[in-house]
C-alpha cells in the first residue's frame, strides 16, 4: 500500500528566512502526491499537488513543491517565510496505478515562523 | 453547500454508548470519505463512498463503527459501543468524483471524546 513519511515533526524558521518541510513516499505505480495545511480547530486546507508535467509545482500562498522521483520526495518550499504561515502541514499519496481513492497521509510537521 | 459541513463540532459521552457523526458534503460531489485523525497523527482513512454505496470501507477498524450515505449526499458515521480509544477527530471530506486526481475538500471535524 502507499505510504508518506515527513521525517521532521517540527520545523522552526525566522521570518522572511526560505523554508523546507519534507516528504517522502512509497507507492508501487504513479504517485499522486498532495499537500494540505492545518490551522488551529479548522479542517484540513489544500496547497497544491502533483499529479503529472512540470516537477515544480505552485500553490496557494506562495508555496511550491518539487516533485524528485529518483528520490521519492515531494518537498514543500517557500522562499521567504511569514509568521501566518506557522501551521500543520500535511504530505499525502495516492496510487494513480490502483483503481481506488485510498489516500494516505503523513503524520504531520508543525512549522512554526518567528517574528 | 459551499463547503463540507460537520455536525457535531464536538461530542463528550460515555464509554459504551452509541454516537452518531453527520457529514454534509459539498453540493454535487459524488465522492466522500471519512478520516479519524488522533492526536500528534496524520488523517488515517475509514470509509470512501462514491454515490450512495461504500467503494471501500477496509479503513473501517471493528464491526463497531458503520457508514451509510442513503441518497448519495448527506453520510453519518456510526459508532456502537464506544471505548476510550475511539477518541479522535472525525474528519469528513468530498470531492467532484471518484478520479484519483481530484482534490479533497475537508469539513472542520467533529471532535469525539469517550469518557
Known amino acids: 500500500a502507499q505510504s508518506v513519511a515527513q521525517p521532521e515533526d517540527q520545523v522552526n524558521v525566522a521570518e522572511g528566512n526560505p523554508l523546507t518541510v519534507k516528504c517522502t513516499y512509497s507507492v508501487s505505480g504513479n504517485p499522486y502526491l498532495f499537500w494540505y495545511v492545518q490551522y488551529p480547530n479548522r479542517g484540513l486546507q489544500f496547497l497544491l499537488k502533483?499529479?503529472?508535467?512540470?516537477?515544480l509545482v505552485k500553490g496557494s500562498y506562495g508555496f511550491e513543491a518539487e516533485f524528485n522521483k529518483s528520490q521519492t520526495s515531494f518537498h514543500l518550499k517557500k522562499p521567504s517565510a511569514l509568521v501566518s504561515d506557522s501551521a500543520l502541514y500535511f504530505c499525502a499519496v495516492r496510487d494513480g496505478g490502483l483503481n481506488n481513492n485510498d489516500m494516505r497521509f503523513g503524520a504531520g510537521t508543525r512549522l512554526t515562523v518567528k517574528p | 453547500g459551499a463547503g463540507v459541513s460537520q455536525t457535531p463540532s464536538n461530542k463528550v459521552t460515555e464509554k459504551g454508548k452509541y454516537v452518531e457523526l453527520r457529514c454534509d458534503p459539498i453540493s454535487g460531489h459524488t465522492a466522500l470519505y471519512w478520516y479519524r485523525q488522533s492526536l500528534g497523527q496524520g488523517p488515517e482513512f475509514l470509509i470512501y463512498f462514491q454515490g450512495t454505496g461504500a467503494a471501500d470501507d477496509s479503513g473501517l477498524p471493528n464491526d463497531r463503527f458503520f457508514a451509510v450515505r442513503p441518497e448519495g449526499s448527506v453520510s453519518t458515521l456510526k459508532i456502537q459501543r464506544t471505548e476510550r480509544g475511539d477518541s479522535a477527530v472525525y474528519l469528513c471530506?468530498?470531492?467532484?468524483?471518484?478520479?484519483?486526481?481530484?482534490?479533497?475538500?475537508f469539513g472542520a471535524g467533529s471532535r469525539l471524546t469517550v469518557l
Open positions: 502533483y499529479i503529472t508535467g512540470d516537477n
Open positions: 471530506a468530498s470531492s467532484r468524483d471518484r478520479s484519483g486526481a481530484n482534490v479533497l475538500t
